[in-house]
Structure formats: structure tokens, C-alpha cells
């Protein structure tokens, strides 16, 4: 991540998919409130560089509202 922040900065899609990654990896560890944080983040750059309707974008979206899920808060 800190390679891509210096070489591409914030607001580059390729940053967006390793926050995406990331929570992905702190999901499969239990960390519900460190991986809305990363999708968060991603979901940031993602509306902005991208779209709401890219195909990343939407990918970002379905995997918060798995997040929110399984925590139990719908």
C-alpha cells in the first residue's frame, strides 16, 4: 500500500482495489470495524475515479453489505 500511495497516490483505482484487499483480509480475520474502513476508503476513490456503476464499484458495495451482515446490522 505505501508503494502505491507514493508511485500512484489516493485517488488511483489500483490504490481503491488494495483497500478493497485489505478488507477482505481483515474479514477473514474477524475485524468487522477495520474492514468497513478499508471499503470505505476504497468505495471513495472508487465513486470518484470511477463511477457508481463500475464493475469494482459495485463489487465494493456487495462486500459492505456482506460486512454489515454479518455483524448483524441491516
Known amino acids: ?3 502505491q ?9 489500483s490504490t481503491a ?3 478493497s484487499n ?9 475485524e ?4 468497513m474502513q478499508m471499503h470505505e476508503k476504497a468505495l471513495r476513490i472508487q465513486l470518484l475515479m470511477l463511477g457508481e456503476g ?3 464499484t459495485v463489487i465494493t458495495f456487495d462486500n459492505m453489505g456482506k460486512t454489515y451482515d454479518s455483524k448483524g446490522e441491516y
Request: aromatic share 6%; proline share 3%.
Open 22 to 30: 485489505m478488507g477482505i483480509v481483515y474479514n477473514s480475520r474477524g
Open 1 to 3: 500500500l505505501q508503494i
Open 17 to 19: 482495489t488494495t483497500y
Open 32 to 35: 468487522h470495524d477495520k474492514v
Open 5 to 13: 500511495l507514493a508511485t500512484l497516490g489516493e485517488q488511483h483505482p
Open 54 to 56: 463500475h464493475l469494482n
